[in-house]
C-alpha cells in the first residue's frame, strides 16, 4: 500500500514550529503540511478543535488529514494529562513541537523516557505505553495502519465515561467527511 505522508518531511514541517507561540506554531505547521501535501490538508483558515478522551487521557486536537489509512493531526494540552497509549493496528508517530512528555513501558517499568521539542518517537504497531504531559505540550501526530480499528478505543471515553454525545458527533463527522474526500477525490485508501 503507498501512503501519502513522508515521515521525514513531516519531522521537518514540525521542526520548523517549534519555539514559537500557540497560535503562529499552528499556523506554520497547518501551513507547511498544505505546501507539501496540498491536495490531502485541510488548511482551512477556521481551525476546528475538538477534545479527545482517549485511554484516560484528555486532550485536545485538530485534525488536518483523515483517510481509512492515515491521519494527521495537531493534538496537545495546555494543563497537561496521562493515561494509556492503547494498542493499536497501526504505527503513531509523534513528533514534539513544544512542551515534554514521559513515557514509561512494561518491559523497562523503572525506568521514565522523556520526549522533547524536536524529537520524533514512534509507537509501534501493538505495543503499549503509559505516559504523562506534566504541563503544556503540542505535537504533531501522525498514524499509520488500519485507522478504523482504532475507533473503539479514542471514542471509548468519549461514549462511556465523558458520555460527550456532542464530541463523538463532531469527531466522526469530520473523520466521515475527511475520509471519503481522500477515498473519492484523490483516491486514495
Avoid at 478522551?53 to 495537531?74: P, R
Avoid at 492503547?86 to 514509561?104: K, N, S
Avoid at 462511556?160 to 486514495?188: H, P
Wanted: proline share 3%; hydrophobic share 45%; glycine share 10%.
Amino acid at each position: 500500500m503507498s501512503y501519502v505522508f513522508d515521515i521525514e518531511k513531516l519531522h521537518a514541517i514540525a521542526l520548523q514550529g517549534m519555539g514559537k507561540t500557540h497560535d503562529e506554531m499552528v499556523r506554520i505547521v497547518v501551513e507547511e503540511s498544505a505546501r507539501a501535501y496540498p491536495d490531502h490538508i485541510d488548511a482551512g483558515s477556521k481551525r476546528r478543535w475538538l477534545f479527545s478522551l482517549t485511554a484516560g487521557a484528555t486532550g485536545i486536537m485538530t485534525i488536518l488529514h483523515a483517510s481509512f489509512s492515515e491521519y494527521l493531526i495537531i493534538f496537545g494540552t495546555p494543563v497537561g494529562t496521562e493515561g494509556f497509549s492503547g494498542r493499536y493496528r497501526m504505527d503513531i508517530h509523534d513528533f514534539l513541537l513544544a512542551g515534554e512528555i514521559w513515557t514509561y513501558r512494561q518491559d523497562r517499568c523503572g525506568e521514565r523516557q522523556a520526549v522533547r521539542p524536536g524529537d520524533h518517537t514512534v509507537l509501534e504497531h501493538g505495543t503499549v505505553n503509559g505516559f504523562k504531559i506534566p504541563e503544556s505540550a503540542w505535537m504533531l501526530e501522525y498514524g499509520r495502519g488500519i485507522i478504523p480499528s482504532a475507533f473503539p478505543l479514542i471514542l471509548g471515553d468519549v461514549v462511556f465515561s465523558a458520555v460527550d454525545g456532542t464530541t463523538l458527533v463532531e469527531t466522526i463527522w469530520i473523520y466521515a467527511k475527511m475520509a471519503l474526500r481522500e477515498l473519492l477525490v484523490n483516491r486514495k485508501f
